[in-house]
T-cell receptor
Framework: DVKVTQSSRYLVKRTGEKVFLECVQD?????MFWYRQDPGLGLRLIYF???????EKGDIPEGYSVSREKKERFSLILESASTNQTSMYLC??????????FGAGTRLSVL | QKEVEQNSGPLSVPEGAIASLNCTYS??????FFWYRQYSGKSPELIMS????GDKEDGRFTAQLNKASQYVSLLIRDSQPSDSATYLC??????????????FGTGTQLKVEL
């Protein structure tokens, strides 16, 4: 079974803090993705990566950055957290035919 | 026009009935289509994928694809209360300059009532 692991299920941070969300997959997938999910807005793509050290902006990259130093790990960074970044964050990975497998999600609250 | 559109629901069906979930998409070049199920507070899980016109059946689930009408649907036979969830339609969208990305609809909430 594919396993995508996100480091935290719940996080509470303060405005202005730098926040790291970690995602690890164990299936040697080339492709990894970060989404946020908000009520009524669905899943929105923040960043994705098709290879190590490679990154592409998704639909809503503002306020975020990413890092992919190793194939299995894809990190999402909030440089200076703001209250409008309170959301559910989902990491996914895929190998072929675009089938994406999701981690359990991180519910982030920024106070 | 949204790239992938779904009725948000809720769609309510009695236990044992057939639930029909629909999705339309805007990109005629789309090649891959998926249905994900998401329980409240959980992450999406893949339940069906379909790549060619027609029907694809897997247990109680049938995915239907009509590329000419840009329409994909999911039928759930003998609906159970455990099927109550939000169903997300996902479609590959071809990017200008090559490549593609998976785009999700906002989901249809299904409620199966006893």
């Amino acid at each position: 079974d594919v396993k995508v692991t996100q480091s935290s299920r719940y996080l509470v941070k303060r405005t202005g803090e730098k926040v790291f969300l970690e995602c690890v997959q164990d299936m040697d997938h080339e492709n990894m993705f970060w989404y946020r999910q908000d009520p009524g807005l669905g899943l929105r793509l923040i960043y994705f990566s098709y290879d190590v050290k490679m990154k592409e902006k998704g639909d809503i990259p503002e306020g975020y950055s990413v890092s992919r130093e190793k194939k299995e790990r894809f990190s999402l960074i909030l440089e200076s957290a703001s209250t409008n970044q309170t959301s559910m964050y989902l990491c996914a990975s895929s190998f072929r035919k675009n089938i994406q497998y999701f981690g359990a999600g991180t519910r982030l609250s920024v106070l | 026009q949204k790239e992938v559109e779904q009725n948000s629901g809720p769609l309510s069906v009695p236990e044992g009935a057939i639930a029909s979930l629909n999705c339309t998409y805007s990109d005629r070049g789309s090649q891959s289509f998926f249905w994900y199920r998401q329980y409240s507070g959980k992450s999406p899980e893949l339940i069906m994928s379909i790549y060619s016109n027609g029907d694809k059946e897997d247990g109680r689930f049938t995915a239907q694809l009509n590329k000419a009408s840009q329409y994909v649907s999911l039928l759930i036979r003998d609906s159970q209360p455990s099927d109550s969830a939000t169903y997300l339609c996902a479609v590959t969208i071809i990017l200008t300059g090559g490549g593609n990305k998976l785009t999700f609809g906002t989901g249809t909430q299904l409620k199966v009532e006893l």
